[in-house]
């Protein structure tokens, strides 16, 4: 593994000035989780830095980028699906230039698929390409060819890239890529590649001028957080990092994601029970309800072990909440494996779930399991897990109203007038207030719920 520093490149930067009359304009879309988002903005990051100006519209674009995301069939549909519609935008103009990147383009039989029937795309680099845009622009403007670079992965981290944020008040940060744990229905592993860790200082500073800027949530981000520090030339395990990152002094809080419950530690319940910045929230995807399944999913726990730490967190952290991601309809799930799963949420009470259904991908060792379960059966299985998930949401909302609480104003409540704010629970709560609050702190009185939503009252 490397560690190298991206530099400005002022070859690229001047061949774009001399190329384009005025600055041309970039439009970068990123699809999927927040790791692609935050990708995203670094991409947005170096194009600004060799001299485009970023835009909202497709249409006001010399250069538009797909960043994309595979985990799902439907996510890669959305894709195609979009870059088609962009057929018409380049036959009435030539010059302009598309793009796809990100995990999507980290698979062979997409980039075959895009060389075939998508000729108007110009340009494809996966996702451990974003310091080298700079050069297949230039490539691209110079050759006139198409550029669809094959799926590699590169063993290095690009430090200090460039970044346009979206936000002002809260920001991602990747403190680890790429993931070793196989899962066996997922594609990230062979997308993403294998698992690789920044180092302490690299993370620290960058979380440092992140909270001197003024950001108030940090979202430390990684598939695995858990098994950060693998393969780093200290000993360094996730608990050790949040508590470094807790000694900087300021008035922000940390969120991270994503929780594996086989490397989730007692330890670092005991850190985010020891620790005032961090949220007493665990994301803690669970998957499904079954040992039998959750073996064949190759995920290294049991039902036992994963209701352990619940309980586990629940006794040293007081009113933490939960929430996790689901898989319905896992090849060979029958109707006892799921009534495991509607027990298993009953017994958490999640404060949220993120549910899927299951989508078969080509390349991992789930998609050659038999799946004899009807599609009609799996979507039925969806709404029963819906139906008891809302319930239980609602009646932990409901026990909310009465505290007063802090929240972070990050949008715009339904109602004209109002804001949005999260607690730290990762409850939203929507109240009257002005305009000014927003990105700041703010204390709320919860006063009554609207489905999952908290009403409350602005507190001066
Ligand atoms: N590394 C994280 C998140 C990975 S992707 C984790 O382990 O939790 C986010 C979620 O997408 C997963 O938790 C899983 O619930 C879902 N997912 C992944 N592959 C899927 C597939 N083939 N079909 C349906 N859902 C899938
Ligand atoms: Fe996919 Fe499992 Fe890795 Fe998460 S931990 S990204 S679900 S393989
Ligand atoms: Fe999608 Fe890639 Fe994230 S597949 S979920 S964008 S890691």
Sequence with gaps: ??????????????????FYETPPLAYVHSYG?????????????????????????????????????????????????????????????????????????NQKHVVEKLRQSYPYVDLVFGVDGIDTLPELIVRKLEK??????????????????????????????????????????????YVRGREKSRRPADILAEFRGLVEAGYKEITLLGQNVNSYGKGLEESIDFADLLNLLCSVPGDYHIRFMTSHPKDASRKLIDTIAAQPHLCKHLHLPVQCGSDRLLAKMNRHYTVEHYLDLIEYARARVPG??????????????????????LDLVRKVGYMQLFTFIYSKREGTPAATYPDDTPRQEK??????????????????????????????????????????????????????????????????????????????????
Aim: charged content about 25%; some cysteine; hydrophobic content about 40%.
């Design 1 to 18: 593994m490397e560690y190298i520093t991206y530099e400005h490149n002022a070859e690229a930067a001047g061949v774009i000035s001399r």
């Design 33 to 105: 989780c927040q790791q692609n988002v935050n990708d995203g903005e670094r991409i947005k990051g170096v194009l600004v830095d060799i001299g485009y100006g970023l835009c909202d519209k497709p249409e006001d674009a010399d250069l538009i980028l797909f960043n994309t995301c595979a985990v799902r069939e439907h996510a890669e549909q959305r894709v195609f699906g979009n870059v088609g519609a962009l057929k018409g935008l380049k036959e009435k103009k030539p010059g302009l230039m598309i793009g796809l990147c990100g995990c999507m383009a």
């Design 144 to 189: 006139h060819k198409r550029i669809l670079l094959e799926p590699a992965q590169r063993p290095v981290i690009v430090e200090n890239l460039p970044i346009r944020r979206e936000s002002e008040f809260r920001a991602w940060l990747p403190i680890m890529y790429g993931c070793d744990n196989f899962c066996t229905y997922c594609i990230v592993p």
């Design 320 to 341: 933490i909440t939960f929430s996790s991601d689901i898989i319905v309809g896992f090849p060979g799930e029958t109707e006892e494996d799921f009534q495991g799963t």
């Design 379 to 460: 979507t039925d299985r969806m709404a029963r897990l819906l139906a008891v998930q809302d319930e239980i949401a609602m009646g932990l909302v409901k026990a909310q109203v009465g505290q007063t609480v802090r929240v972070l104003v990050e949008g715009y409540g339904r109602l004209e007038g109002t804001l949005s704010g999260r607690l730290d629970n990762n409850l939203t709560v929507e109240f009257a207030a002005e305009d000014s609050l927003m990105g700041q702190y703010a204390m709320v009185h919860l006063t009554g719920a609207r489905a999952t939503v908290l009403l409350g009252e602005w507190v001066q």
